[in-house]
């Protein structure tokens, strides 16, 4: 399980991928706090709601629970997102990792 490291120069497109290679869950990015998906082209500053007094990075691993890293993009970059299944037909439990994640 590889860590990840999340930053604003990130494209939307290159961290779903990473996410799903490293840890086989689908990840959903919105725009900002909306319900409207992130274009895949953009960065993820591109996107993050502006005035953060926030990093705007971190690191992601397989043992960080679903519920922690969507809240963890929230305070980094204001930015929603949800971890769905490997084949993106539901969200996953909050309460669990994000390796587990792609295992259901």
Same mark, same amino acid.
């Not at 319900?35 to 500053?45: H, I, P, Q, R, Y």
């Not at 963890?72 to 669990?96: C, H, T, Y």
């Given at each position: 399980?590889?860590?990840?490291?999340?930053?604003?120069?990130? @494209?939307? @497109?290159?961290?779903?991928?990473?996410?799903? !290679?490293? +840890?086989?869950?689908?990840?959903?990015? +919105?725009?900002?706090?909306?319900?409207? =998906?992130?274009?895949?082209?953009?960065?993820?500053?591109?996107?993050?709601?502006?005035?953060?007094?926030?990093?705007?990075? =971190?690191?992601?691993?397989?043992?960080?629970?679903?519920?922690? =890293?969507?809240?963890?993009?929230?305070?980094? =970059?204001?930015?929603?997102?949800?971890?769905?299944?490997?084949?993106? !037909?539901?969200?996953?439990?909050?309460?669990?990792?994000?390796?587990?994640?792609?295992?259901?």
């Amino acid at each position: 399980m590889p860590d990840i490291k999340v930053t604003g120069g990130v @494209k939307v @497109k290159t961290l779903k991928n990473n996410i799903k !290679r490293a +840890y086989g869950c689908t990840l959903r990015v +919105y725009s900002g706090n909306s319900n409207v =998906f992130a274009s895949d082209d953009a960065t993820l500053a591109s996107i993050r709601i502006k005035g953060l007094k926030s990093k705007g990075e =971190f690191t992601v691993n397989g043992n960080m629970l679903v519920g922690n =890293f969507e809240n963890k993009m929230k305070e980094e =970059f204001g930015i929603k997102v949800q971890i769905a299944s490997p084949n993106n !037909r539901f969200l996953v439990d909050n309460g669990i990792t994000l390796s587990a994640a792609g295992r259901l």
